[in-house]
């Protein structure tokens, strides 16, 4: 190996300048609601997630920018119809994050196992110094999340809980709130 | 198969610790667990492609991109440098978005309270895509020093911040470049939650008067390493 990765540093305060620009309050060049990956035409249950996230202190994080990166519904990364990258911020006032997208498929694992849907989600923020990266899997799959072989390497439920997003009962909504610290805190995972 | 190649890991002894008490803002926001290691699969060796979207033309152009009544206010640079992997390899087609303070060390943000004054010729917000060779080049302003509030009032040296997405979940990296001879860079405490020099130095960008531009802007020279695969039997062959 001849070279270093080039070390990060955390995305600050204002972080949105350069990621998403509107919310800033910089002038929008183009329309781009990143927070929607949802488009006319992609196959997929319609789905909504959001959430919150928590600090040590159980304050609402509202200064973080979270991407998404997920299959399609069939299970495949990167297809024309579905581009499958999401960003959202936390909002200023209410800390909630939200995004528009549809539930991904099974994709497979390293050795051919079958993983359970999920969603790879990464987090910047002041006070962030190396971006932090989780993943959300959802809680009307208890078969295939039992199954998962990262949710097998993660093996205590209460660990596992920390990566379940609670589907609303009544309408296609996830709820999936990250703890940066304390007694629930998130799996966090480096791949 | 190729893709199926993992990432060497990430040697987080080189990258900042999650908790560094002198910069205070980790204190609640780092997590206390350590990080789970898991092997790549798919979704982490894949990654959104930015490369054929189209960009403002300007995107690059940060002096004049959200300019209304002439230039911003500042000294001309160029950034320039490459995106190369850990293997030496130009990684082209990349997404690098960049945001900073003007001249003054305001930001055009709705949450940046600092007293100095904005620009109405600059927004600070840049975004390219590297060519076939893994190169990028901005035009900007330096942005200026600015205070914020950690142990008392600390100040941050010149700085742009920078996102890079790579190829791969596992590529994406966001930074900070800083500037070659700023005596604020040893004493930020940001800058310090790196704790090997060398890669403190690796986030200066040099000045680089081969590629400045006469009578217009001085350049500074800042290279991106992004992770790289692990060797291969295609790799091992030479190919």
Known sequence: MALKETPSQTAGPFVHIGTLPEIAGLKAKASERRNILARDGTLGERIRIEGVIYDGACALVKDAVLEIWQANANGQYGSNDFVGWGRAATDFKTGLYVFETIKPGATPYRDGRGQAPHISLSIFARGINTHLQTRLYFSDEATANAADPVLQLVGQPDLIATLIAQRDASRPVYRFDIRLQGERETVFFDF | ?239
């Open chain 2, 1 to 239: 198969m190729s893709e199926l190649t993992e990432f060497r890991p990430r040697d987080r002894n080189w990258h900042p610790a999650a908790d560094t008490p002198a910069y205070r803002s980790t204190t609640y926001r780092a997590p206390r667990r350590s990080l789970l290691a898991v092997p790549q699969s798919i979704g982490e060796l894949s990654g959104p492609v930015f490369g054929d979207t189209p960009l403002d033309p300007l995107g690059n152009d940060l002096i004049r991109n959200y300019a209304t009544t002439g230039d911003a206010i500042g000294e001309r640079i160029i950034v320039h440098g490459r995106v190369l992997d850990e293997n030496e390899r130009p990684i082209p087609g990349t997404l690098i978005e960049i945001w900073q303070a003007n001249a003054g060390g305001k930001y055009r943000h709705v949450n940046d309270t600092y007293v100095a004054a904005l620009d109405p010729n600059f927004g600070g917000c840049g975004r390219v895509i590297s060519d076939a060779d893994g190169r990028y080049s901005f035009r900007t302003i330096r942005p200026g020093p600015y205070p914020f509030p950690n142990e008392g009032c600390d100040w941050r040296p010149a700085h742009i911040h920078l996102s890079i997405f790579g190829h791969a979940f596992v590529q994406r990296l966001v930074t900070q470049l800083y500037f070659e001879g700023d005596p604020l860079i040893p004493r930020c405490v940001i800058v310090n939650t790196i704790k090997d020099p060398k890669a403190i130095d690796s986030l200066i960008a040099k000045l680089d008067m081969d590629a400045m531009h006469a009578f217009d802007c001085l350049a500074y020279r800042f290279d991106i390493v992004l992770r790289g695969h692990q060797a291969t039997y295609f790799e091992d062959r030479g190919s």
